[in-house]
Every structure is written in structure tokens, then in C-alpha cells.
């Protein structure tokens, strides 16, 4: 029997995405106008997923709110990861809801089906005759270079021999894609593998496989394979999805028709407008511009390479370059966001030169004439009165003044 | 009001009894006192049970007689008590004496009493207090005078008076008669198999192809084909329609209860309602849907329960661009007594557009001449078919019995059609209404309802009160309202001017007192209300787009953003849902299906 059922992680907040995560976790953030999650199902099913189960945590109303009972026809379990104890953990949480073999995928980044099917092919049928001679577990290995950022691994002939979680030394390593075929021994594999704190890591656990006479296969492959790390790349994931054609999923993100566009307005592909937009006259949006549901651009607004998230308001003769916005931002009429490169700065760390314009968290409201110095943060709920000038990290629920 | 289902087919892998439950369950929202089905199968397998469905299922597959798998035809029924209390007995299906026939009945008898009387002189016992178990006997008797099944069927029909949609099964035919008549009754066409129910969502998860009957017709339906027939017999031409709602949307999706998973709907039911009717470019609201209904020179409003609340609020939205709007109770509107003026529109609201008093109201106002339209969530149903004009609130299905989106999205199609129906909509409005889901989300992500709930979820509080002013009071009705369904304790609500006109002698420290304080609702005035009820040791929660003048006079205050003052008593409202929701299950109340309460009201 082959392999029907992904269980999704999605309860973990992304902390590295703050403040865009003070309403919703990293896997509902945007990717071009849809959640990233949205994306990672789209995948799961053109790979023949038949059945979604999905952990949720932080900020589960969201989740569940979005996809309901089903997505596209397909049943989604919900299970909740009361504390955050690690992804092994979270995988447990999923252990009542799963019945046999299963894929477990992380549902804050995109892989396209084709690691999917790799995956889900080398893996092969897990129900054999013999049980000890298929692997327990299969996991998508990318030829790219592991940097610290993600988890890695070496492969013999197939054969993964060692897995790291974040490799510190100079060796070369694939780059572990988050997607791993398992056989319900994965389980207690995991859970044997408790940390001091109490947490359970998903790699622990499958360590113990590999080092153990269990077999733990690797697919070298290729393929669109996209993460954001940091707010800003929710820039480059967007646009890369807009590149690799991986918007064309049914239904469509961005259904053009149903948006109002005015004659007099210019629209430079690519460029994703989901429904209920509104743009007005003499606008120009794109190239690379990614309208959420309901979003407003004004008369005469310049917007380029920003994700602008639903119900956010661009107002007249603003220009907006380089931005991402959560949902309910208004930009106000005349502000002027203009592009990067500039310094950001994420809890103690400063990044150089990154192309962030402006990210602008939830609701936040600028009334108009406000400048923003490239790589500005600004928290939820803020308000930037007429003519601030706004630069570095902005907290939330906050007021500028000029 | 009851929930009745029907079903016959050929195809093995769905049996009819599972057919029958899946449909009850999805019909559990219309009445769940007690439940019951009836088999086909040469004999006639009858189980019902007081209680919920798991009542029932236990009695069908356990005991000494488990229910045959493989029945021909069958019928099933939820019953919410209207005639006899919930017992076995008086759940259905009724059988008649030979225990050959068997009916479910949704609806009301008017003369059953009268029937039932001369039935016993001639011998027919009865096991019930039902005024249904006449028709079963009524059947008996045509077949006795040697009618066929379906003629008997219509025959009892013809004596019965009142309002019914009734089904009806015989030990050996495969073939389910049925027949409504102010009651709702919908076909459901399979490629192997038809189905008949109360509502749609019985049996989507089979066949999204649907006829809805119209008063008086009949359908019978037998595994090979189904007819629909009017009153003489004659064939119909009937319109076949495609449900476009999937079967999921009637899922918890993670929710505990339906009530949270559907206050949670609220931004996107707010965005279906709005989608495709503002025109922001033109500065106007247009609803397709409405074409050909002019300016009125009067309003009046019909509705029950929430609805009614949700009128409150259309009839102020209405005067404020200058018609004169009255929000009428349903029940109480009797068009003989009330003016219907040349040029008077009656509007009904009905989320489920089933409900017997508006329906009536709806009646009397189209007899009298008014110019009518229904404001429902429900696409054919009866209201929507008995009014000249239609508004959807596409607010989605509602199966909790407390509405709580429907409320939302009344309220925003009641504005919208204020706009349309006046000419120009604003900018600003136009902006705010756009802005209502996210302002909706926001109040869902930071709401600190739960800790308050917490705090005054307590059963020696001797009740609960909400008040506001202007567009905030029909709020506050529903505030109440929402809480003493769902939570059983004694909640009021009232414009806040009321307050020392009588029940300020109620107010105590035992009487959490919840204030809706909001733009257009007169700050000040309603500040001085706080405190004439704060000064006598009650406790205040104050809801309000502006927290900071009033933070010092209550005991919490709980915020909603600013938007037009106008729409703020929405985005207020999901603050006290939340309350409400909290506080009863704090109170360990079961919730989506509070005592006694059913969701779609049915009989007058």
C-alpha cells in the first residue's frame, strides 16, 4: 500500500519571523497571496497525498480557520501540540491519528512534488512480506550546501550514515528538505530520544535509526525548494514561486478576475492580485508584486517587488518598493517606502545591506507622508503620524510622531 | 420542528440504515430530543430511542434484533418536542396498528385531535401522545378499503390540516411516498439512489444534485427513479439544482465545539457576503440580486430571535438615510392591525429561511400587497421562495444552535442593502465595510474574553446584564440572548436608558453588568449608565473602540478596534460571543445544543 497520509508540522510560531508572526504561525505567513502552508499542501496532494494530518500550536485558530474540514476535497485530522517540545515531539503528537506508513513534512517550507514523489518512490512499499528489508525511514536530500541554517546529511549508496542538525564542521553535506517517509517505528525511535529538557527531536530520533541497524534511505534530488528564514525572504520565496510557475495550483492563487482594476491602471508581470483588490487609476504595480485578498492600491501608487498581505491598504501616490506588509497594514496617501539595500536589524544581530524596503507587521497604520528608511521594522498595531520619518526596529502598539 | 429523512437505492456499498444515520446526524442541528428510523424489508424494522443519536445507533445494531442491513427503502427523524414529551413512545416513525406502515412527520397537525377521535371509534389504537400517529392510521384505513399504497398516502394527506412534510414507508414496497406543505421538504438525486430530508446537508455527502418540492407537491421515489406529482397526481417539471456548498463545511475543523469554529468563521463569512457588491471605484453598493426593487417609501421589518436583533440594527441602518423602518417580532405582526402602505416593503429575516413565524408574517404581508424580500443563509429555501425579492447572507451552514456569523453577516447584508437600495455609498463607509473582516480577525487573535468569562463564570451570580445605545443596543439584546442559551443563566439586555427605568432595581455585586460603548453610542451618556450601576457594587466590563476614558470607571475594559461607528457594535458583538461561549463552558454546558432549543424553528 502506498503511502496516503502526511502528517504536516505546523505548530511552531518562527520566531525568526517576528513581528510578523504576533497573530499566526510561520506557516501562515504569505507566499506570494496564499499561506506558505497552502503551498505545502498544494505539493502533498499533486504528489498523491490523500490524507492530511496536521499538528497545530500557535496560533492553531488561524490554521484550522483557514482550511476548515478539508482542503481541495482531501480530510485534514487536526491534532494540537499543547508546548512546543520539538519537532519529534510534535510528530508524537500525530502518533493516534496515523495508521501504518507515513510521510512527515514541515509545513513552514515549499518543496515541489517532484521531491515529494522522490521521496515517496524510494521509500517504496512499506507493507512488505519481510519487514526488516525496507527502510524505516526516507528522507529528500538536496545538493545544495548546508550552511548552518538547515540540517544535513551523508549518504552511501543510498544509505544515510549520518544525519547533523545543524553541521558546525567544514565536511560537505546535503541539505536535509524537512521530508521524511516512516515506518510507525520512527516513533519510538523519537520517543526514546528525549533530551535533558524533555524535548524530542525528529533528527535525534532518526539518528538513533541510523546508528542502529535500521535502515534510513536519503534521495539525493533536485527541485524547487524554498524557506524563509527571516521576514525578508519572504521577498525571494514569493517571486521564486512566481518564477518556478508554482501559482498555477488549483484554485488559482491570485484570481485576477475577480479583483477590480482600473483602465487606467498598469499592471507589469509577473504580478499575483488575488480577488477583491482594488487598484485605481494611474497605478502601477509590478514587476513582482504579490496583492493579498482585498488589498487596496490607490491613484497613482508606484508598488514594486513587495508581498502586501490581504486587506492592506496602499494609498494614493504612494511608492512602495522592496516591502512586505501583514494584513490590515495601510500605507498612507504619499509615503514613500523606497527599496533597499539596508541594514536590518533581528534581535542582537545586524544584517547588512539585505533589499528590504520596509516590513510592516498587522494593522499597522501610517497616515500619510511618512518615509521610511530602507530595512525599517515596524511592530503590529503601530501608528506613523503624518510626515514621521521612520527607521530601524519600531515596537508594537506604539505612536510616531514626526 | 423535526428533521426527517428518506432514502431507497441499489447501490451495495451504502445500505440504507447508513444512509439514515449519516442524515440524522447531519439533521441533529433541527431538534435532538429523540430520534428514530424505519426499514422496509418485507417487515418493517422500527427503532427509536429518547435521546441523542448514539441513543439510537445503540438500539439498532444491539438487542436481540440488530436492524437488517439491507433494507429497501427507509425512513428516519430528529424530533424536538412539540406534542408529547421526548420519550420512546412519542419519538418517531408512527406505525399504524398492523405495524405494516410507518411515518415520519416534520410540522405541526392542526386537527389531530379531531381525527384521532374518530380513528379510535373505528379501532385504531394509538401508542402516543403525537398528533403524527394519525396519519400512519389514516393510511391503514385507505388500505383497508383497499387503495394502493400511494393512494392510501394521499388520501391521508388530504385530511390532515396544518403544516407537515411528512414521509411514509411500507413493510413491502421499496418506495418512500413524501409530501410537504409548509414545512420544508428537498430531493436529492443519485446516480443509484434518491434521497429525501428537511434540509440539503442530510444527505451532501452522497449527491449535491437537488430538487426543492414546493407546497403540495408529492415525491416517491423507488430505487430505480423518483416522480414528483401535484395534488391531482399529475407529473411536474421540476428544476433539478446543484448545491455549490461542500459537505465539509459542516465540520469542526479542530474546533471542540461548532459554536467557537463558527464564531471564528466570522471574517470569512463577513468577506462572502461583501464579495462582488461594493463597487469602490463607483462609490456604490450593487446587489445583483436585487434588481427591480425601487426606493420604499416605508420599511418593515419581520424576524425572530437573532434575526430580530439583526432587524434592530437594518431598521436604524434604513432611517439614517431617511425611510421609515420598524423592526417587527414576527409572531407578533399581524398585517391587519399594522398599515401596509402603497410603497411599504416587508423584509423577513431568516437565517435558515424555514422559520414558521416569519414564513407567516412573510404570507400575510404578500396577501396584503406589500412589496416583500427575504434576508436568508439558505438558497431555496421557503422564505426565499415566498418573497419578491431575495438577499443572501452567504454567511455559510450554521450548525450551532446559537447563531453567531449569521448575526454578523445579517447585520452586513442589512447595511448593504440600506446602501443599495438608497443610492450612493460614501467612501468611508464603503472603506470600513472592506476593512470589517480583518477588523473581525483582529478582535479573534487578541481577544481576553476567555479570562473574563473565567472571572464571572460563576453560579452564584444571580444575572447577567448588557446595555447599550443606538446602533450598540440590538448588541446588547444579543448579548443576552446569546449567553442564556448557551449557558443557562439569567442574562438581560436593554438600551442603556432603561437601565433606571425599572431594572436598575435588579443590579447588584451579583450582577455582572456588560457595557457596549462604541463611536455613535453617546460616550458620555453611557458612562454615566456605568456608573449608576458601578455605584451599586456591580461588576462592569466595558466593550469599546475607546478604552482609555473609560478604563478608570469599570472593572475591564475590552477593546475593538476603531472603525466606522457605525459597524464597531459588530466587531463588539464577537467580543461578547466570546464571552458567552466562555462562560458556558466554564459552566461545563454542552453548548452547540443547548436544552429545549432547536436550530431552525419550524412551528409557531
Known amino acids: ?47 498523491g497525498i490523500e490524507r492530511l494530518v496536521v499538528v497545530v500550536g500557535y496560533g492553531r485558530n488561524r490554521v484550522q480557520s483557514h482550511f476548515g474540514p478539508t482542503y481541495r476535497n482531501t480530510p485534514i485530522t487536526y491534532v494540537t501540540q499543547e508546548s512546543q517540545l520539538g519537532t519529534g515531539h510534535a510528530l508524537l503528537t500525530a502518533e493516534s491519528a496515523v495508521d501504518g506508513s507515513f510521510l512527515a513534512i514541515n509545513g513552514d517550507q515549499i518543496a515541489d512534488d517532484s521531491i515529494v514523489r522522490d521521496v515517496l518512490e524510494t521509500h517504496g512499499d512499506g507493507s512488505k512480506a519481510m519487514p526488516n528489508d525496507g527502510p524505516a525511514a526516507t528522507l529528500a536530500l538536496l545538493r545544495r550546501p548546508a550552511d548552518g541554517e538547515y540540517g544535513g546529511a551523508h549518504v552511501d549508496d543510498g544509505r544515510v550514515t549520518e544525519l547533523e542538525e545543524s553541521p558546525g564542521d567544514d565536511r560537505s553535506y546535503h541539505l536535509n528538505a524537512g521530508i521524511y517517509a516512516c515506518e510507525p517505528a520512527v516513533f519510538d525511535a523519537v520517543r526514546e530520544a528525549t533530551s535533558e529538557t524533555g524535548e524530542h527531536s525528529l533528527i535525534d530520533g532518526l539518528s538513533r535509526l541510523v546508528s542502529s541497524d535500521d535502515l534510513v534511505r536519503g534521495v539525493v534530488t533536485e527541485g524547487t525548494w524554498v524557506d524563509a528564514t527571516y521576514p525578508w525572504d519572504l521577498l ?61 492600491v490607490g491613484s497613482n501608487a508606484v508598488l514594486e517587488r513587495s508581498v502586501v498581505d490581504a486587506d492592506t491598504t496602499v494609498a494614493d501616490n504612494a511608492t512602495v518598493v522592496d516591502c512586505v506588509t501583514g494584513t490590515g ?36 497604520t501610517d497616515h500619510g507622508g511618512v518615509a521610511y528608511v530602507p530595512g525599517t521594522i515596524v511592530g503590529p498595531d503601530t501608528e506613523l503620524r503624518t510626515g514621521a520619518t521612520v527607521r530601524g526596529t519600531v515596537p508594537e502598539r506604539t505612536e510616531v510622531w514626526p | 420542528m423535526c428533521g426527517i429523512v428518506g432514502y431507497t437505492g441499489a447501490r451495495a456499498d451504502r445500505s440504507v440504515r447508513e444512509v439514515l444515520l449519516t442524515g440524522l446526524s447531519n439533521l441533529e442541528y433541527r431538534g435532538y430530543d429523540s430520534a428514530g428510523v424505519a426499514i422496509a424489508n418485507g417487515s418493517l424494522a422500527v427503532r427509536k430511542r429518547e435521546g441523542e443519536l448514539p441513543e439510537l445507533k445503540a438500539a439498532m445494531e444491539g438487542g436481540a434484533e440488530p436492524v437488517p442491513d439491507d433494507g429497501l427503502a427507509g425512513i428516519g427523524h430528529t424530533r424536538w418536542s412539540t406534542h ?11 406505525t399504524d396498528c398492523g405495524g405494516r406502515v410507518a411515518v415520519v412527520h416534520n410540522g405541526i397537525i392542526e386537527n389531530y385531535r379531531d381525527l384521532r377521535e374518530s380513528l379510535a371509534e373505528r379501532g385504531h389504537e394509538f401508542e402516543s401522545d403525537t398528533d403524527t400517529e394519525v396519519i400512519p392510521h389514516l393510511i391503514e384505513g385507505a388500505l383497508g378499503q383497499g387503495d394502493e399504497f400511494e393512494a392510501a398516502f394521499r388520501r391521508a394527506v388530504d385530511r390532515i390540516e396544518g403544516s407537515y412534510a411528512v414521509a411514509a ?97 466570522q471574517p470569512r463569512a463577513i468577506r462572502r457576503c461583501l464579495r462582488g457588491r461594493l463597487r469602490e471605484l463607483d462609490g456604490a453598493v450593487e446587489i445583483d440580486e436585487l434588481g427591480g426593487l425601487d426606493r420604499p417609501k416605508r420599511v418593515h421589518f419581520v424576524a425572530c430571535g437573532t434575526s430580530y436583533h439583526a432587524s434592530l440594527y437594518g431598521a436604524r441602518r434604513f432611517r439614517e438615510r431617511g425611510i421609515p423602518s420598524t423592526a417587527f417580532l414576527a409572531s407578533e405582526y399581524d398585517v391587519g392591525k399594522i398599515p401596509i402602505e402603497e410603497g411599504t416593503v416587508v423584509i423577513g429575516v431568516t437565517q435558515s429561511g424555514e422559520t414558521a413565524d416569519t414564513l407567516t408574517a412573510l404570507r400575510e404581508a404578500n396577501s396584503a400587497g406589500a412589496t416583500t424580500v427575504t434576508v436568508s443563509n439558505v438558497v431555496g429555501s421557503s422564505a426565499s421562495r415566498e418573497a419578491d425579492h431575495v438577499l443572501y447572507i452567504r454567511a455559510g451552514p450554521e450548525i450551532s444552535v446559537a447563531a453567531t456569523k449569521t448575526f454578523a453577516s445579517q447585520q452586513v447584508a442589512l447595511t448593504l442593502l440600506a446602501s443599495a437600495i438608497t443610492g450612493a455609498c460614501d467612501r468611508d463607509t464603503l472603506e470600513a465595510l472592506r476593512s470589517l473582516p480583518d477588523h473581525v480577525q483582529s478582535v479573534l487573535d487578541q481577544s481576553r474574553a476567555r479570562e473574563i468569562a473565567a472571572e464571572y463564570a460563576d453560579a452564584e451570580m444571580d444575572a447577567y446584564f448588557f446595555i447599550g445605545r443606538g446602533y450598540a443596543a440590538p448588541v446588547a439584546l444579543e448579548g443576552a440572548l446569546k449567553l442564556k442559551e448557551i449557558s443557562y443563566a439569567h442574562a438581560e439586555g436593554f438600551p442603556a436608558g432603561e437601565l433606571k427605568h425599572g431594572p436598575l432595581a435588579l443590579v447588584t455585586e451579583r450582577t455582572p453588568v456588560f457595557a457596549v460603548v462604541t463611536g455613535d453610542s453617546r460616550a ?27 478604563a478608570a470607571d469599570v472593572d475591564h475594559v475590552v477593546p475593538i478596534p476603531e472603525t466606522d461607528p457605525r459597524l464597531a457594535p459588530i466587531l463588539a458583538n464577537v467580543q461578547l460571543q466570546l464571552v458567552a461561549y466562555w462562560i458556558a463552558r466554564e459552566l461545563g454546558r454542552s453548548i452547540d445544543k443547548p436544552r429545549n432549543l432547536a436550530k431552525s424553528v419550524t412551528v409557531q
Not at chain 2, 408529547?84 to 408512527?94: E, L, Q, R, V
Open chain 2, 84 to 94: 408529547g414529551p421526548p420519550s420512546d413512545a412519542n419519538a418517531h416513525p408512527h
Open chain 1, 329 to 364: 497594514v495601510t500605507i498612507g496617501a504619499g509615503s514613500t517606502v523606497p527599496g533597499g539595500p539596508g541594514d536590518v536589524r533581528v534581535g542582537d544581530r545586524v544584517f547588512e545591506d539585505e533589499s528590504l524596503g520596509a516590513l510592516l507587521a498587522d494593522r499597522v
Open chain 1, 1 to 47: 500500500m502506498a503511502i496516503e497520509t502526511a502528517v504536516v508540522l505546523a505548530a511552531g510560531e518562527g520566531t525568526r519571523l517576528r513581528p510578523l508572526t504576533r497573530n499566526r504561525p510561520k506557516p501562515m505567513l504569505p507566499a506570494a497571496t496564499k499561506p506558505i502552508l497552502e503551498h505545502v499542501f498544494d505539493q502533498l496532494l499533486e504528489a
Open chain 1, 236 to 296: 525571494d520565496v514569493s517571486f521564486a514561486l512566481c518564477d518556478a510557475g508554482m501559482l498555477e495550483a488549483d484554485p488559482p492563487a491570485g484570481d485576477r478576475s475577480a479583483a477590480t482594476i482600473h483602465d487606467r491602471a498598469v499592471v507589469r508581470e509577473p504580478a499575483v492580485i488575488d480577488r477583491d483588490c482594488v487598484i485605481g487609476p494611474g497605478a502601477v504595480v509590478g514587476p513582482y508584486v504579490c496583492l493579498g485578498e482585498n488589498a487596496t
Open chain 2, 169 to 265: 414507508v411500507h413493510a413491502d414496497r421499496e418506495t418512500v411516498h413524501a409530501t410537504r406543505y409548509r414545512s420544508p421538504l428537498v430531493l436529492g438525486l443519485d446516480d443509484d439512489g434518491y434521497f429525501l430530508a428537511s434540509d440539503v446537508p442530510a444527505f451532501l455527502e452522497y449527491t449535491d444534485r437537488v430538487v426543492y418540492l414546493e407546497d403540495g407537491q408529492f415525491a416517491s421515489i423507488r430505487p430505480s427513479g423518483a416522480e414528483i406529482t401535484d395534488e391531482r397526481g399529475s407529473l411536474v417539471d421540476v428544476s433539478v439544482e446543484t448545491i455549490d456548498w461542500e459537505p465539509e463545511d459542516a465540520g469542526k475543523s479542530g474546533y471542540d465545539h461548532y459554536m467557537l469554529k463558527e464564531i471564528h468563521d
Open chain 2, 524 to 550: 458620555e451618556t453611557m458612562r454615566g449608565n456605568i456608573n449608576e450601576v458601578a455605584s451599586r457594587g456591580a461588576p462592569v466590563v466595558a466593550v469599546t473602540d475607546s478604552p482609555e476614558p473609560l
